[in-house]
C-alpha cells in the first residue's frame, strides 16, 4: 500500500551554468537563465510504502511524515534563493529534477524504517510539470 503526502514551499532559483556564456546559457535554459532568478510555488508529494500495522492501522503516522517534511525540506527550503542559500544548489544546478533528487536524499533516511519505506517523490514545479523519482 501507498500513502501520500504532499508539502508546498515557495523558492527562487536560476537555471546556470557557470561555466558557460550568458549565450549559452539562455540557449540551454531560456528565461530560466536569467541571473535575477525567478520564482516558483513548489508542491512535493510525498510516498511512503508499506501495510497498515495492525493495531493502530496506518502505515506510518501522517503527523511524523509532516513534522519530517517540514524540518528537513520546508523549513530550509521555503523563501530561499535555491542556488544562493540551498546547499549543493550553489554548485549543483537546481533544476526541478536535482531538487527533487535533493529532496529523496533528504528524506530517504529519515523515511524509511523497519516496517515501512519511501517510494516516491514527485516535485511539481509548475501546474504542468512535474518530475518524479522513485525507489
Ligand atoms: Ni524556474
Not at 529519515?110 to 522513485?134: C, I, P, Q, Y
Given at each position: 500500500m501507498f500513502i501520500t503526502r504532499k508539502a508546498e514551499f515557495s523558492a527562487s532559483h536560476m537555471c546556470r551554468n557557470a561555466e558557460w556564456s550568458d549565450e549559452e546559457n539562455r540557449k540551454v535554459y531560456g528565461a530560466a537563465a536569467n541571473p535575477h532568478g525567478h520564482g516558483h510555488n513548489y508542491v512535493v508529494e510525498v510516498t511512503v510504502e508499506g501495510q497498515p500495522d495492525p493495531v493502530t492501522g496506518?502505515?506510518?503516522d501522517l503527523k511524523e511524515i509532516k513534522d519530517v517534511l517540514d524540518r528537513e525540506i520546508i523549513e530550509p527550503f521555503d523563501h530561499r534563493f535555491l542556488n544562493r542559500e540551498v546547499a549543493p544548489f550553489d554548485k549543483t544546478i537546481p533544476t526541478a529534477?536535482?531538487?527533487a533528487v535533493e529532496i529523496w536524499n533528504r528524506l530517504?533516511?529519515?523515511?524509511?524504517?523497519?516496517?515501512?519505506?519511501?517510494?516516491?517523490?514527485?516535485?511539481?514545479?509548475?501546474?504542468?510539470?512535474?518530475?518524479?523519482?522513485?525507489?
Open positions: 496506518m502505515v506510518r529534477e536535482n531538487i530517504d533516511s529519515k523515511l524509511t524504517n523497519g516496517s515501512s519505506r519511501l517510494h516516491a517523490v514527485r516535485l511539481h514545479e509548475t501546474s504542468d510539470f512535474s518530475v518524479e523519482v522513485r525507489r
